[in-house]
C-alpha cells in the first residue's frame, strides 16, 4: 500500500458545538478506553481523512476493530460516549457538527496540547492501540500514517519523546529472549505488565505483518462505509 505522506487531514468547514472552553490538564494518566479512544481518532484522521470526524458509531466500530488493536475490546456505544465526554472534559477531544449534519462528530486535540507533529503523533497513536513495540514494528505498522523513510527515523523521532520535559514515551530495557529494545507511551496505564518474550520472534517485517495492515486498512474502509 502506498505510504501517506505526512499531513494531517482536517474536515473542512466544521462549527463547534456550543460550549464552554476548558482548559486541558497537563496531568494525563488515561485508562484503557481514553487511550483507545485517542489512538483511534488519530488512525482514523490520518487513514481515512474523508470520513474524519467520527460519530459515536464509527468510533465505537473503530474502538473494537479486530485488526491492529491489542486487545481487542467490546466497549458499548453507551461507555464510548462516556469516554468521550470525559475527554471533552479535559479539553482533549472536541465536537464539532458539519452543515446539515444530523449527528455531532468528534476530533481529538492531543496535538495541539502536546504540541506535537504528524510523525510524533502516529507513533503515539500506534503505541497507544497496540501496546510496547520495537522501532522496526513501529515503522512498519505506521506506513498507512505517515512515511518514515528507516528505522533510524522512527528511532530519532522516538528520542525527541523521550527526551521532552515530560516525556511521552520510554525506551525499555531488553530482557532474556527480547533481540530487539521496545518502546511504550507514557500517556497512561504506565504500571500494566510487559508480556513475557517469545522464543523466538518473527522479524517485524514479514508477510504476515504486511497482510494485516492491508486487512486493517480494508476493515477501516468497511466501518466508515457502515456508518455513514
Known amino acids: 500500500m502506498r ?6 487531514d482536517w474536515v473542512s468547514l466544521t462549527v463547534p458545538l456550543s460550549s ?19 489512538g483511534c481518532l488519530i488512525e482514523k484522521q490520518m487513514t481515512t481523512p474523508e470520513y ?11 474502538a473494537n476493530q479486530k485488526t491492529n488493536r491489542d486487545p481487542v475490546t467490546s466497549f458499548s456505544e453507551a461507555e464510548v460516549l462516556d469516554g468521550i465526554n470525559a475527554l471533552r472534559e479535559r479539553g482533549l477531544v472536541r465536537a464539532v457538527r458539519s452543515p ?4 455531532a462528530k468528534y476530533k481529538h486535540a ?26 522496526g514494528e513501529l515503522r512498519l505498522r505506521t506506513e498507512r500514517y505517515c512515511d518514515f523513510p528507516s528505522v533510524e527515523q ?20 531488553r530482557r532474556p529472549g527480547e533481540k530487539e529494545a521496545r518502546h511504550r507511551h507514557l500517556l497512561g496505564n504506565s504500571d500494566a505488565p510487559r508480556p ?6 518473527a522479524p517485524p517485517e514479514d508477510a504476515l505483518t504486511k497482510l494485516e495492515a492491508r486487512l486493517a486498512a480494508l476493515e477501516e474502509r468497511v ?6
Not at 495541539?112 to 510524533?120: A, C, K, P
Not at 503505541?127 to 520495537?134: A, I
Open 3 to 8: 505510504p501517506r505522506s505526512c499531513v494531517l
Open 154 to 173: 522512527v528511532e530519532a523521532v522516538l528520542a525527541g519523546l523521550q527526551t521532552r520535559d515530560e516525556p511521552l514515551t520510554i525506551r525499555l530495557e
Open 100 to 103: 446539515g449534519g444530523r449527528s
Open 52 to 62: 474524519y470526524p467520527l460519530t459515536i458509531n464509527a468510533l465505537t466500530a473503530a
Open 223 to 228: 466501518t466508515a462505509l457502515e456508518s455513514n
Open 110 to 135: 492531543l496535538d495541539d496540547m502536546l504540541e506535537i507533529d504528524t510523525e510524533q503523533a502516529s507513533l503515539l497513536a500506534v503505541l497507544m492501540l497496540r501496546g510496547e513495540q520495537t522501532a
Open 20 to 38: 464552554p472552553f476548558i482548559l486541558p490538564s497537563m496531568d494525563l494518566d488515561l485508562d484503557e478506553l481514553s487511550l483507545r479512544l485517542l
Open 196 to 201: 513475557a518474550p517469545a522464543t523466538e520472534s
